[in-house]
């Protein structure tokens, strides 16, 4: 097959994907499905390991709450034992109660689509098989009620802490943006095989309301130390920070995670999917994808190439960042609009230079940071490397998701395990023998 290829409406350059010279091509999974890219199909889960933790991968979402909180108080936020109590209360209710109950919701009326998912095994999601829908959708369903149960007496059993009307508003947030985002996602999903879908208004909504999630875990942790009523420019441009950030993460997960529906054929890459699959709002990112894969779809990094500045994911980041050091700007000196507004400079054009000079990113982000700290300390800003902390935590996330693919999705990077594993190697290489820790090394390369 030369010149183009056309899958499901959807053309796609012939020539993106060869093996280097010497190389055999990626191995497919078996029958040579789409996403394929290693062999063999990892173990699916267990229904009891589910219920505890739905959605594993989600897990570094829950650390955005205690960060804005911890990011107030080395701003100058008052914090005293009880504020701190009163957040770890709130933090562990919103992360192990209200959030793993609205993802069972979610999996629970995507159940028939996921299990037709050609990524079904590695997802995570309420386990199969389709024939045993009533009893998984029944157990599922008994535990979000118990999880909502468990939130009211959580504020019940400590009065002490009036945690009654945070509680109530975080839950209520979340299933409120829950159900418009089902809403949204069964108008504009399950409609058509073609690939890239298109961009229809709901499924661009969806787009945009992804971010709203991000504002309810940020925003709690800022009202937890600050009182965001006396100060409404920091509340809004903390919000506006964190609904473009949600924006920019989700869409560049979810744009990976279309790459299960690709496949390598005659050295192009093709598109496969079925409108019962409802993934429209997933491949519809795909046209911003580059158009020649140097990897397996499973293993390639789109995101470490330059991508359109018309991509979701850019764009959102664009607007994260200059909100962010607005928000960083504002939360040290909460009356200084001339502040903010040489912060909001500085950080669109420190943005602008991530997006437009990927290959360097690590470099321009060091240089962006250092600039806007010199900006701070010669304008005799208070605590500048607070004020920086909002953008330098937007930009290491970009760093992070902009290095993944969709094997990779929720784990930490290659160098961090590497680094992490340093302190407990010779203690583990004692413990298992010389020969067997080789063996182990061997494997893991």
């Given at each position: ?39 063999g ?43 701190v109590?009163r ?74 802490l ?25 108008r ?34 800022l ?36 790459l ?46 330059r ?115 340093v ?23």
């Open positions: 097959m030369t010149g183009v290829e056309r899958t499901d409406g959807f053309t796609v350059p012939a020539s993106p994907f060869r093996a280097p010279p010497g190389r055999p091509l990626p191995a497919q999974a078996p029958g040579g499905g789409p996403g394929s890219g290693r062999p199909a990892s173990r699916p889960r267990s229904l009891p390991g589910y219920l505890v933790m739905p959605r594993p991968k989600d897990a570094v979402k829950g650390l955005l709450m205690p960060f804005t909180f911890v990011l107030a108080v080395a701003a100058g936020a008052d914090a005293t034992g009880r504020t109590v957040a770890l209360v709130v933090w562990g209710a919103l992360e192990l109660l209200v959030y793993p109950a609205r993802y069972q919701w979610n999996d629970i009326r995507g159940f028939v689509a996921d299990q037709r998912h050609p990524a079904e095994r590695d997802r995570g999601r309420l386990p199969g098989p389709v024939e045993r829908v009533r009893d998984r959708v029944t157990a599922s369903s008994a535990v979000t009620v118990a999880r909502l149960a468990a939130v009211a007496g959580l504020a019940l059993a400590l009065p002490g009036r945690l009654s009307g945070m509680l109530a508003a975080v839950t209520a947030a979340v299933f409120g943006v829950a159900v418009v985002y089902e809403a949204l996602r069964a504009g999903t399950g409609r058509t095989a073609t690939v890239p879908p298109p961009a229809r208004p709901a499924v661009v909504a969806l787009w945009i309301l992804v971010g709203a999630g991000y504002v309810v875990r940020g925003m709690t942790g009202a937890l130390a600050v009182d965001l009523g006396r100060r409404p420019a920091l509340a809004v441009s903390a919000a506006v920070a964190l609904w473009a950030f949600g924006i920019a993460f989700v869409t560049s997960r979810w744009v990976l995670e279309s299960a529906f690709a496949a390598v054929d005659h050295g192009g890459l093709t598109w496969t999917a079925r409108a019962d699959q409802a993934r429209e709002h997933l491949l519809a990112l795909v046209r911003w994808l580059p158009s020649r894969p140097d990897a397996a779809p499973a293993d390639w990094t789109p995101l470490c190439r991508t359109s500045w018309g991509a979701p994911w850019n764009l959102a980041l664009l607007v994260a960042g200059t909100a962010s050091a607005v928000t960083g700007s504002l939360l040290v000196t909460p009356a200084s609009p001339g502040h903010a507004l040489v912060a909001a400079a500085l950080g669109a054009v420190t943005t602008a230079a991530v997006v437009l000079l990927p290959g360097r990113r690590l470099p321009v982000v060091a240089a962006g940071a250092v600039l806007q700290l010199l900006t701070l300390v010669l304008t005799g800003q208070p605590r500048p490397a607070a004020a920086l902390l909002p953008w330098l935590a937007v930009m290491a996330a970009h760093l992070v998701f902009g290095s993944r693919s969709l094997h990779t999705i929720g784990a930490p990077s290659a160098r961090l395990r590497s680094l992490a594993a302190p407990f190697a010779p203690l583990a290489r004692a413990v298992c023998g010389q020969a067997t820790w080789d063996a182990l090394r061997k494997e893991h390369r």
